[in-house]
């Protein structure tokens, strides 16, 4: 089985600060992706980024960054200078690539709550 | 482009009742997900479909939960008869390839509450 670790539950910064939410995986499969979603208070989740499992470069979007480090099974992802409306809760996921035992099947962690105070 | 559409939004029921949602997927895409949401958790698969066969469904209470896909575009979840631990917000996402290939979009999901 696969599984999908957010250890910290809640993260309070002000803003501008910069903020790392981490996330931990685990599984077999040789190949898989991994992603991010945002859920603000609407509830609908919102994609972030894929990464597949063979490529490890690390990904910049504006004040977005991922960094992807496949020796310690882990996708964490950096908010820089932070803002108000960065407040939600933020979802990594897993799922399977082709031809593997978990193709196909998506695993979310519990999430971290993210709030940032003006 | 429009994106996945969830109906209701909301929905309060009592327990033994029964209970359906609708999705429409982005169109075009043949791979539909349902979800499950208990406050505090991130989303848990309850069934997939590539265009209207049932790709993964082994995380779904058969006893009550039912799901179809008619046709390959419209998809409806069902809930007979409901139990209080049911209250949750389900979520529906589609994919435009194959299950384990793309990314997944979601609706805003139908909140449901058990009484």
């Known amino acids: 089985a696969q599984k999908v670790t957010q250890a910290q539950t809640e993260i309070s910064v002000v803003e501008k600060e910069d903020v790392t939410l981490d996330c931990v995986y685990e599984?077999?499969?040789?190949?898989?992706?991994l992603f991010w979603y945002k859920q603000p208070p609407s509830g609908e989740l919102v994609f972030l980024i894929r990464?597949?499992?063979?490529?490890?470069q690390n990904e910049i979007s504006g004040r977005y960054s991922w960094n992807f480090q496949k020796s310690t099974s882990s996708f964490n992802f950096t908010i820089t200078a932070s803002q108000v409306v960065d407040s939600a809760v933020y979802f990594c996921?897993?799922?399977?690539?082709?031809?593997?035992?978990?193709?196909?099947?998506?695993?979310f962690g519990d999430g971290t709550t993210l709030t940032v105070k003006p | 482009e429009a994106g996945v559409a969830q109906s209701p939004r909301y929905k309060i029921i009592e327990k033994r009742q029964s209970v359906a949602f609708w999705c429409n997927p982005i169109?075009?895409?043949?791979?539909l997900y349902w979800y499950q949401q208990i406050l505090g958790q991130g989303p848990k698969l309850l069934i997939q479909?590539?265009?209207?066969?049932?790709?993964?469904d082994s995380q779904l209470p058969k006893d009550r939960f039912s799901a179809e896909r008619l046709k390959g575009v419209d998809s409806t979840l069902k809930i007979q008869p409901a139990k209080l631990e049911d209250s949750a917000v389900y979520l529906c996402?589609?994919?435009?390839?194959?299950?384990?290939?793309?990314?997944?979009?979601f609706g805003p999901g139908t909140r449901l509450t058990v009484l």
């Open positions: 990464r597949n499992s063979f490529d490890e």
């Open positions: 996402a589609s994919s435009s390839a194959g299950p384990s290939t793309d990314t997944q979009y």
């Open positions: 599984t077999r499969d040789t190949t898989y992706y």
């Open positions: 169109s075009g895409h043949a791979t």
């Open positions: 996921a897993l799922s399977g690539g082709p031809v593997n035992t978990n193709a196909g099947k998506s695993t």
């Open positions: 479909f590539q265009n209207n066969g049932v790709v993964d």
